[in-house]
């Protein structure tokens, strides 16, 4: 089983910047793509940002080029930076991992959700 564990929400200007860490712990063989997904209050939770395990990202329309997912294998943590924080920016949000464990010689690939966390951004 894979526990993730989130940080650095919070209450922001308009324009600041936020940095969210979720690291994972756990007995696992490898972890894929670890992701991160926003809810914002009455709407659908929404992909993010997304990276591999071998370093490509991919990021939602509305963060990209303002904002970086990063990750670290040796620590089985993965980051996302926000820059210039809007309002629309607020919401929970929760990191996705995939990871892969060993079941007596078959590879079985399962997803894990942090328990979110709150970024508000005030105007």
């Known amino acids: 089983q894979v526990q993730l564990v989130e940080s650095g929400g919070g209450l922001v200007q308009a324009g600041e910047s936020l940095r969210l860490s979720c690291a994972a712990s756990?007995?696992?063989?490898?972890?894929?793509?670890m992701s991160w997904y926003r809810q914002a209050p009455g709407k659908q939770r929404e992909l993010v940002a997304a990276?591999?395990?071998?370093?490509?990202?991919s990021y939602a329309d509305s963060v990209k080029g303002r904002s970086t997912i990063s990750r670290d294998n040796a620590k089985n943590t993965v980051y996302l930076v926000l820059n210039s924080l809007k309002p629309e920016d607020t919401a929970v949000y929760y990191c996705?991992?995939?990871?892969?464990?060993?079941?007596?010689?078959?590879?079985?690939?399962?997803?894990?959700w942090g328990q979110g966390t709150q970024v508000t951004v005030s105007s």
């Open positions: 996705n991992v995939n990871w892969k464990t060993d079941k007596g010689g078959v590879y079985v690939t399962t997803q894990t």
């Open positions: 756990g007995s696992f063989f490898s972890i894929n793509t």
């Open positions: 990276i591999s395990s071998g370093g490509s990202t």
